[in-house]
Each structure stands twice: as C-alpha cells, then as structure tokens.
C-alpha cells in the first residue's frame, strides 16, 4: 500500500456538487493499493500514518514533534489507484493497482483499522469509485509518501545490487584507510 499524506489546515471532498467529507487540522491522504496488498498492507501503513511527527510542539515551536493523534487532528482519506501507474511510456497502466472489487474491501479494512488505532469519528473518506473535487489547503507545504513495502513495488534493474566489495589486504597504510573513510561524490 501506498499513501500521499500531505498535512493541512483543511481538506474536502465533494461528490456531485455536494460536499460529502470535509475536515479542519491534520491529515489528507490519497491511499493507493498494490495488486497483491493484503492485510499486513493495512497494519503496517496505519501504524505509519499515524505515528508520523508531522507538527510543531506549539508550547515549544519545535518542528516535527507531534503526530496527528497528538494535535487531535483529523484525517481524510481518498481511495487512489493511480498511485500504482506505470508511467514509463507516457500513457498509464495501472496493472500494479488492485482490481476494485477486492481493493474496495481492503481500503474500508483499512479506513475501519485508521478508527480502531485512533478514534472513528477522526477519520473520513471520499467515495470509493466516485468522480470526486478533492481541495485542500496544504499546511507548509508539508507532504509525504509512505509505503508500507518500500521498493519492493519498484521493478529494480539488473545491476541494483552490485557484487560486494573485496575485502582490502590487511597492509593498508593509514592514508589508505583515511581515503577510504572519505565520502565520494
């Protein structure tokens, strides 16, 4: 699973003209789902969003010491598949994106797993499918991506992982070892 958490000071969703969600201070997230996602997906992506240090202590001013729990924000969260696209050669594919039956059930275990670690009422969605006019107000602007897998959904070339390096002969001499522990560009 894949989510875009942008922080802001108010965010909604309107559906056919009418606003169906609408929320004050916390979290926007557009949540994608992978092909092959599964519960775990949700524990995992939940516990992420919800333990990131995305506001300031406002007795301090010190940034990136309160989470959304802590601010007793809120939360909107918006179903994206396109967040599983192959861009590659110009025109999407979205075959890395759960189809919709199955993603439907996996998105509301995770909106209902989102209430279960928090509160049910902080938590709001879009409408699953729907044609929706998301606004927000983007606070900073402060926004993430969060993945519950990392890049185990990046098709990883060939020479990703290079054969280790061999082990240097025990008579390296000291300007040796100092050219070693130098960081190269």
């Not at 897998?149 to 002969?169: G, L």
């Amino acid at each position: 699973m894949r989510a875009i958490v942008q922080r802001v000071s108010s965010a909604s969703v309107t559906v056919d003209s009418e606003v169906i969600s609408s929320i004050g201070r916390g979290f926007m997230i557009l949540v994608g789902i992978g092909r092959d996602d599964t519960a775990t997906d949700v524990e995992t992506l939940s516990k992420q969003i919800l333990s990131l240090k995305a506001f300031s202590d406002e007795t301090t001013g010190t940034m990136w010491k309160k989470t959304v729990k802590d601010i007793d924000g809120e939360v909107l969260c918006v179903s994206q598949f396109t967040l599983f696209a192959n861009t590659s050669k110009g025109k999407p594919d979205f075959h890395r994106a759960m189809a919709s039956g199955p993603s439907r059930d996996l998105y509301g275990s995770f909106l209902k797993r989102m209430g279960d670690l928090y509160r049910p009422e902080k938590i709001q969605d879009g409408r699953f499918g729907a044609m929706m006019d998301v606004r927000l107000t983007n606070e900073g602007p402060v926004t993430f991506t969060l993945d519950s897998r990392k890049f185990e959904y990046v098709d990883q070339p060939s020479s990703a992982n290079p054969a280790p390096a061999a082990a240097k002969p025990s008579g390296t001499t000291a300007s040796e070892k100092t050219a070693e522990a130098e960081p190269r560009n």
